[in-house]
């Protein structure tokens, strides 16, 4: 019997690495699960059956690590992405030189495939801290690996997303709702439809190249905020905060931070994210689709009340609730 093949997802137990390791054990491929603490990703081991899907430490900034990790692979994808401006997985060294060294060392060991999750607005001359790294990570990539597919999602939602999730729990517990660029645009995307998109590209079903993916509706923050309002069964209002108030806000939480020797944690707002809130976040229509690889994506209004009713005010009840406001007595 032949042996199976083997991909090597770098952060496969991330927010989209899991899902796209839970489809290729679909496939039957062996997955190596390649991440920096392999103890905390044992919940990706029953996506297969027994030892087919592993996890296995990595330093996506060692040269060596990068090739026990990808050695014997016969696909490779790169999940590893961070909002950490500081410290030694910032932007520049995961997002651009990690980038690069996974595609150098796929090309070094001959893999046959390499995906690359960057993201919408990856500009290497871009005004963000993160724009820029993932604009360096993709130039680094077709450099190493001309023949990548190169995926750039807009705002990903799931179960595990840190966009409604956070939002609605905010919702859940104040009147209002503050943003900053209520009118800067989105076009959310469902994780599993960016996870059939990667798995497409290791499988060899659609060429390389750059893939825009965003879901079927743009929406203005504001507009997706009252979306998920209306999921989760509130009645919340939106207040619109200008760009120069997130500055300061953004300032103010990273002095904190640097006061405190990291020991408060700056995971509310950014200076780089304000940056990125000045920009919208949709399909240019300058690269490729999913139209092109035949993935027809998905709604947020068909997905979130899957996971959003953690917010609503009977929680799980809801449901039953409003079924019986229409018993008849």
Same mark, same amino acid.
């Given at each position: 019997?032949?042996?199976?093949?083997?991909?090597?997802?770098?952060?496969?137990?991330?927010?989209?690495?899991?899902? %796209?390791?839970?489809? +290729?054990?679909?496939?039957?491929?062996?997955?190596?699960?390649?991440?920096?603490?392999?103890?905390?990703?044992?919940?990706?081991?029953?996506?297969?059956?027994?030892?087919?899907?592993?996890?296995?430490?990595?330093?996506?900034?060692?040269?060596?690590?990068?090739?026990?990790? +990808?050695?014997?692979?016969?696909?490779?994808?790169?999940?590893?992405?961070? =909002?950490?401006?500081?410290?030694?997985?910032? =932007?520049?060294?995961?997002?651009?030189?990690?980038?690069?060294?996974?595609?150098?060392?796929?090309?070094?060991?001959?893999?046959?495939?390499?995906?690359? %999750?960057?993201?919408?607005?990856?500009?290497?001359?871009?005004?963000?801290?993160?724009?820029?790294?993932?604009?360096?990570?993709?130039?680094?990539?077709?450099?190493?690996?001309?023949?990548?597919? %190169?995926?750039?999602?807009?705002?990903?939602?799931?179960?595990?997303?840190?966009? =409604?999730?956070? =939002?609605?729990?905010?919702?859940?517990?104040?009147?209002?709702?503050?943003?900053?660029?209520?009118?800067?645009?989105?076009?959310?995307?469902?994780?599993?439809?960016?996870?059939?998109?990667?798995? +497409?590209?290791?499988?060899?079903?659609?060429?390389?190249?750059?893939?825009?993916?965003?879901?079927?509706?743009?929406?203005?923050?504001?507009?997706? +905020?009252?979306?998920?309002?209306?999921?989760?069964?509130?009645?919340?209002?939106?207040?619109?905060?200008?760009?120069?108030?997130?500055?300061?806000?953004?300032?103010?939480?990273?002095?904190?931070?640097? %006061?405190?020797?990291?020991?408060?944690?700056?995971?509310?707002?950014?200076?780089?994210?304000?940056?990125?809130?000045?920009?919208?976040?949709?399909?240019?229509?300058?690269?490729?689709?999913?139209?092109?690889?035949?993935?027809?994506?998905?709604?947020?209004?068909?997905?979130?009340?899957?996971?959003?009713?953690?917010?609503?005010?009977?929680?799980?009840?809801?449901?039953?609730?409003?079924?019986?406001?229409?018993?008849?007595?």
């Amino acid at each position: 019997m032949p042996k199976s093949k083997l991909v090597t997802i770098f952060g496969g137990s991330g927010f989209v690495g899991r899902y %796209i390791a839970r489809r +290729m054990a679909q496939q039957g491929w062996r997955v190596r699960v390649a991440v920096r603490n392999p103890a905390l990703a044992g919940f990706v081991r029953p996506y297969g059956a027994v030892g087919q899907v592993e996890p296995v430490f990595c330093n996506i900034r060692d040269d060596a690590s990068v090739e026990v990790a +990808m050695r014997g692979s016969d696909a490779v994808v790169n999940c590893v992405g961070t =909002f950490a401006a500081k410290g030694k997985n910032n =932007f520049d060294a995961v997002q651009a030189e990690g980038a690069g060294r996974i595609a150098r060392v796929a090309a070094a060991q001959g893999v046959a495939s390499l995906v690359h %999750i960057s993201a919408l607005g990856a500009d290497a001359e871009g005004e963000s801290g993160y724009a820029r790294s993932k604009g360096e990570g993709e130039a680094a990539v077709l450099a190493a690996y001309p023949e990548a597919m %190169i995926l750039r999602p807009s705002v990903i939602f799931g179960y595990e997303d840190k966009f =409604f999730n956070r =939002f609605g729990k905010m919702a859940s517990r104040a009147p209002v709702v503050p943003v900053i660029g209520a009118d800067t645009k989105f076009q959310p995307v469902w994780v599993d439809d960016v996870a059939a998109a990667a798995v +497409m590209g290791v499988l060899g079903q659609a060429p390389g190249g750059i893939y825009e993916l965003g879901g079927p509706e743009v929406k203005t923050f504001r507009g997706w +905020m009252k979306e998920m309002f209306g999921v989760i069964h509130r009645r919340r209002g939106v207040l619109a905060l200008p760009f120069w108030v997130g500055s300061v806000m953004a300032s103010v939480l990273g002095l904190v931070e640097s %006061i405190t020797l990291g020991l408060v944690t700056n995971s509310v707002l950014t200076s780089d994210q304000v940056k990125q809130l000045r920009h919208d976040n949709v399909v240019t229509g300058e690269a490729k689709t999913f139209a092109d690889l035949g993935i027809d994506p998905a709604a947020p209004e068909a997905v979130l009340p899957d996971y959003m009713w953690a917010y609503r005010p009977s929680g799980q009840y809801a449901a039953i609730k409003d079924s019986a406001q229409n018993l008849k007595a």
